[in-house]
Nanobody, 111 residues
């Protein structure tokens, strides 16, 4: 299984960014998927997760109301819509399915 994350970049505080993660090598539709992030000097932390059919989502308290996770099982793609971004959201964002991790995509929130 391979996960390819994309969509990171530099964004101003208050701005938005949408991350994508494409799964290859195995169908993703039978499994829950999630996003995690790791800021410089900190441990990796949970951000959001979504059940296999997309019916239920979970969020860390720090992103609730600002981030939205969704998925397209036909395209085997996981998304993370990030709105009202803050400097403390700066991190490398990783997608996850089972024990597999993407390579990460860097999001920098700065003016």
């Amino acid at each position: 299984v391979q996960l390819q994350a994309s969509g990171g970049g530099l964004v101003q505080p208050g701005g938005s960014q949408r991350l994508s993660c494409v799964v290859s090598g195995r169908s993703s539709s039978n499994y829950a998927m999630g996003w995690f992030r790791q800021a410089p000097g900190k441990e990796r932390e949970f951000v959001a997760a979504i059940t296999r059919n997309g019916a239920i989502t979970y969020y860390a308290d720090s992103v609730t109301g600002r981030f939205t996770v969704d998925r397209d099982n036909i395209r085997r793609t996981l998304f993370l819509q990030m709105d009202s971004l803050k400097p403390e959201d700066t991190a490398v964002y990783y997608c996850n399915i089972l024990e597999f991790w993407g390579q990460g995509t860097l999001v920098t929130v700065s003016s």
